[in-house]
């Protein structure tokens, strides 16, 4: 695949799949800038790689028509597809792992995955149908993040929900709305989320699906104050994983 | 202006500007459902309004020619310009007001707008030059918050800065990295955040202008636990208000 944008191509050469860059484009601007021509700094060199001191120069235009899309900031790799991590790995330890139910765009998908690897999160998840995928397009909203973060596909999100339930992680759903089956939302601000964490975030506009929002073991809702009846899934993420950092941390540093 | 969407509609024909909703074209579909055929319940009519159950049927694709976009979801509306809320109202009273610095893309401005909306934001600040405004894009984005959210537009961000801090507000600048002269911001779960706030946030990419960043009483920095060096402002914004929003409420729950 073609993965474009400063910030993408950069994490790409350091991040989970450097070794597959096979090319790099460049506009002769672009190409004199450090991060490119010697993106491991003075004297560093890492096996495998290819020597992005070759990279090729290309006009604009040359490097939009590559990558089909005019957000490229005179930059364009050619790299292997994108590393799916199986789910087991995600659940192999205790930490906080973001569940993505049908989130339909990829800016939305980018951007969720820059916030979770800001927020310091082990991996998300998203189902295998009906979901946006780690495409060029969520690379660049993501702002390179998805190059480090652990992204795993699943058949069932509801079915990976039991599993990490069984692995002893608990599963909150973001929901302003309560579930099908009556269940009031506690206050995100009110778990310790200690342990292993599932942060189960809906669809742009419908939330959770009801199987989903059964296989949670809580539902958490942060306040709305206005008139608008739902927060964007980015703020929401933004909003549920900083809470979620904050007690984690707090509870570390009172821990003896 | 045409604004489209079903948000957008709904709330402008609630919000600041609805007497100057003056017509509205919906597809047969979004014709028939109650929001639209009569949008303030059973029996209510509001005084100055079109009546908007003699609203008129249109394509899809006339509705896409009239508004300029596909994202119209079956609806839009020619209504009166964006009534921009004088800069000393939002002072008015002790609240959180959010100034972007420069935030260019319509959106980041929608979407932080309607996080600012449910966050129970008093306002929100834009420069007047080399910034987002609230265009029919950004109007959509926001799902039309920006119709009950009041929006000032300044000459100067930084002397809007100074005005709020001789009216008694505490300016926050958020910032990762500090400012050009060197202090250091403190962690975004310090401050009590009590009284009249304005938080200042930064375009995408480059952060706060020198200027604006002296501007500011304190700056505040959300922890960054992964690789990329910094979250993109919708997210940054979820934190940072709902954070504000909690040590406000907690503040008022403990008050006598």
């Not at 790099?24 to 790689?49: I, Q, S, Y």
């Not at 189960?200 to 419908?206: N, Q």
């Not at 899934?233 to 509870?251: H, K, M, N, S, T």
Request: net charge neutral; with cysteine.
């Amino acid at each position: 695949v073609i993965i474009y944008g400063r910030n993408p191509v950069k994490e790409a050469l350091r991040g989970r799949r450097a070794a597959t860059v096979e090319d790099v484009w460049a506009t002769a601007g672009a190409a004199r800038e450090a991060w490119l021509t010697n993106p491991f700094g003075v004297g560093a060199r890492v096996e495998g790689l290819p020597d992005v001191a070759g990279l090729r120069v290309a006009s604009a235009r040359e490097i939009e028509n590559r990558c089909g899309s005019p957000d490229h900031q005179g930059v364009c790799a050619r790299i292997g597809s994108y590393p799916y991590a199986p789910p087991d790995e995600l659940l192999a330890r205790e930490g906080v792992i973001i569940a993505l139910d049908q989130v339909q765009d990829p800016q939305n998908l980018g951007s969720i995955c820059r916030t979770a690897e800001c927020a310091g999160a082990a991996g998300l998840v998203i189902p295998e149908r009906r979901a946006a995928e780690v495409t060029p397009a969520a690379c660049k909203a993501s702002a390179g993040a998805v190059e480090h973060l652990r992204v795993a596909r699943v058949r069932n999100l509801a079915d990976f929900l039991a599993e990490a339930r069984a692995a002893g992680f608990w599963c909150y759903g973001a929901s302003a709305l309560g579930d099908p089956e009556g269940r009031t939302p506690v206050s995100y601000d009110a778990p310790t989320y200690d342990g292993g964490v599932v942060l189960v975030l809906g669809s742009e506009g419908r939330g959770l699906r009801p199987r989903v929002a059964a296989a949670c073991d809580e539902l958490v809702a942060l306040p709305l104050r206005g008139h608008v009846r739902s927060l964007g899934v980015g703020a929401a993420a933004g909003a549920l994983l900083y809470e979620i950092l904050q007690r984690r941390e707090a509870a570390l540093d009172k821990a003896p």
